[in-house]
Structure formats: structure tokens, C-alpha cells
């Protein structure tokens, strides 16, 4: 695996990563420059993947699937 994400920190129920800027641009399509980190939080027991502004749950970054499914992909060494 590349160097896209790298963990932040990990709780009995979640990882959260944070994206390189590089993977920031994927994440957005290179539609739209974040001036802030973007954190990826992944539920350790069923999978759930959110993806987040500066770690602010108000500020929700869409994803595609693809993107989705990289992200878990990702994550299953750490779950």
C-alpha cells in the first residue's frame, strides 16, 4: 500500500487517519481545494467510513465508492 493516509489515532470503536494531500485531491475530485486537513474516520466493527473537514463532524466531505472501498481496504490492518 502507498503512503495516502496515515493513522491519527485509534479508540476501541474507530480509526481515524489523516489523508496526504495528495489522497485530499482524490478525495475531492480536484473539483474543489480544502485549505484544511482531512480526516477519514473508519468504524473498526462494521466498517462505516466518514471523511471530515479539520476533524469537524459539520464539515462532511462526500465520497465515491471507489474511494470508499480503498479506504477499507486500507484499514483492515488496523481493524
Do not use: C, W
Request: glycine share 6%; proline share 1%; hydrophobic share 35%.
Amino acid at each position: 500500500m502507498d503512503n495516502k493516509m496515515e493513522l491519527f489515532t485509534k479508540t476501541d470503536t474507530t480509526l481515524v487517519y489523516i489523508a496526504s494531500a495528495e489522497f485530499a485531491k482524490e478525495i475531492s475530485g480536484n473539483k474543489q481545494q480544502y485549505d484544511f486537513d482531512i480526516y477519514i474516520h473508519v468504524g473498526r466493527d462494521k466498517g462505516s467510513v466518514s471523511v471530515y473537514g479539520d476533524n469537524d463532524i459539520k464539515n462532511i466531505i462526500p465520497i465515491d465508492m471507489k474511494t470508499r472501498e480503498y479506504i477499507l481496504k486500507f484499514a483492515e490492518k488496523d481493524r
